[in-house]
């Protein structure tokens, strides 16, 4: 695990997996919207609405998924000190927030006409606001607690993302745990309750935006390595 | 109600959101790297 | 015992304890986070007259009634163990049909019917184009197939 622990390694491989991420990423997002738009069937029962569904469940996705990230890597930082961990830490955030924010308003948006409500206390919109607070609390931490030429994030932000961590299995189960207004799981381990002609472009959408996200994250490690770097140069200048 | 004024502001929220984050992601990242590999001025 | 191993098992102890107490603080929720009552939980625990809840279920087939008044609806709401009388004045959202699922803020009557001042239409899990409409979901083999 500690093969990557140096910054110019992992700069060897994080330069050209950044464009290979990106780029496919886009490619997939686009063909994903596109054929979601303008190709499949609308719902017998919700209409063209239906369509808000390709990019509301990736974003789901990666919004939980960018905190478990986050939990993993505040583990790795705080059991091994791998010295890489706390800057995927704080690189996770941003995309995380961001993904987490666009679930909610495509929610929001997608519940007017469904529901017949823009926001409603149940367990899943609940739960799923309290990771964006988790992310915007975790950010100002990140910031705040900041030391000078350590592009990562301190122990106490590390802790923080491993105690946020239980509200990840709250979101997933929340549905089945609590009556909600939000529907039940469609895709589970044992199938689909997604008719196949609604559902392939989901599968575009959500390898893009997944794709997407990894060239987030690269590009915002990449930065705070390279901020790092500025800074060691600097304090050696102030030194010297 | 239009169906389609619910899914176009969505998707244009959505993709909106993301691309900004991107290119403010990208540009920090352009910069930071460029001064890092930057000779230091003597 | 190495720093680093004394670390793991600090932190994994941690990171256990925390997930018991998520989920302990989830279950003792269970009850007061739930959305809305379904009607055996109605049933069962009994909802005292002027109470605002929200009720949560499906709308009954064939019980969907419209006053001579015309804005007034009658309907039952059930979840297949019970079922409650419900009335509403007002406009209901597009999805809101028999078959389909509802949940209703307001508050019981001392008759028993649920008096909603709102209607919110509950989507379900089934996604499927409008060629299929009619057809359902086969829980086992994961197939579409025609209804009732």
């Known amino acids: 695990m500690h093969r990557f622990a140096n910054p110019a390694r992992f700069l060897k491989i994080a330069r050209p997996l950044t464009g290979w991420l990106f780029w496919p990423g886009l490619s997939l997002i686009l063909a994903g919207c596109f054929c979601g738009l303008f190709v499949t069937p609308a719902d017998y029962l919700q209409g063209e609405t239906v369509r808000i569904?390709?990019?509301?469940?990736?974003?789901?996705?990666?919004?939980?998924?960018?905190?478990?990230?986050?939990?993993?890597?505040?583990?790795?930082?705080?059991?091994?000190?791998?010295?890489?961990?706390?800057?995927?830490?704080?690189?996770?955030?941003?995309?995380?927030?961001?993904?987490?924010?666009?679930?909610?308003?495509?929610?929001?948006?997608?519940?007017?006409?469904?529901?017949?409500?823009?926001?409603?206390?149940?367990?899943?919109?609940?739960?799923?606001?309290?990771?964006?607070?988790?992310?915007?609390?975790?950010?100002?931490?990140?910031?705040?607690?900041a030391r000078q030429g350590q592009g990562g994030v301190s122990a106490v932000t590390a802790i923080f993302g491993l105690v946020g961590a239980i509200n990840i299995p709250i979101i997933n189960r929340s549905v089945v745990w609590w009556n909600s207004l939000h529907q039940g799981p469609s895709i589970t381990l044992r199938g689909s309750s997604i008719d196949g002609s609604l559902l392939w472009p989901l599968g575009l959408t959500f390898l893009g935006f997944s794709l997407l996200f990894g060239a987030i994250v690269l590009m915002r490690m990449r930065t705070l390595l390279a901020r790092n770097k500025i800074e060691a140069r600097m304090q050696r200048l102030a030194r010297g | 109600m239009n169906q389609w004024a619910f899914v176009a502001a969505a998707y244009a929220l959505a993709l909106l959101a993301t691309a900004t984050v991107i290119v403010l992601s990208w540009r920090a990242m352009r910069e930071a790297e460029g001064q890092a590999e930057d000779r230091p001025r003597p | 015992m190495k720093a680093k191993h004394q670390r793991l098992i600090l932190a994994l102890a941690a990171l256990a304890a925390l997930i018991g107490a998520g989920l302990l603080a989830a279950s003792a929720l269970k009850d007061e986070a739930a959305y809305f009552y379904a009607p055996a939980d109605v049933k069962a625990k009994g909802v005292e007259p002027g109470k605002a809840i929200r009720l949560g279920g499906m709308v009954v087939k064939g019980s969907l009634r419209r006053a001579a008044d015309g804005v007034t609806i009658h309907f039952d709401v059930t979840d297949g163990k019970a079922r409650v009388p419900a009335i509403f004045s007002g406009i209901a959202p597009d999805l809101f049909r028999e078959g389909s699922g509802v949940v209703a803020e307001g508050a019981f009557d001392t008759k028993g019917t649920f008096v909603a001042t709102n209607l919110l239409a509950k989507h379900d899990e089934r996604y499927m184009p409008r060629e299929l409409e009619g057809m359902q979901y086969d829980e086992k083999t994961h197939q579409m197939k025609a209804g009732q």
């Open chain 1, 53 to 145: 569904l390709y990019i509301h469940v990736p974003a789901a996705w990666l919004g939980m998924a960018g905190w478990s990230g986050i939990a993993v890597a505040a583990l790795m930082q705080l059991v091994w000190r791998h010295p890489l961990a706390s800057i995927a830490g704080r690189a996770l955030a941003a995309p995380g927030a961001l993904f987490t924010a666009i679930c909610l308003a495509t929610g929001s948006i997608w519940g007017r006409p469904t529901w017949g409500t823009w926001w409603e206390w149940d367990g899943r919109m609940t739960s799923m606001l309290v990771l964006l607070f988790l992310y915007l609390g975790y950010i100002a931490l990140a910031n705040a607690s």
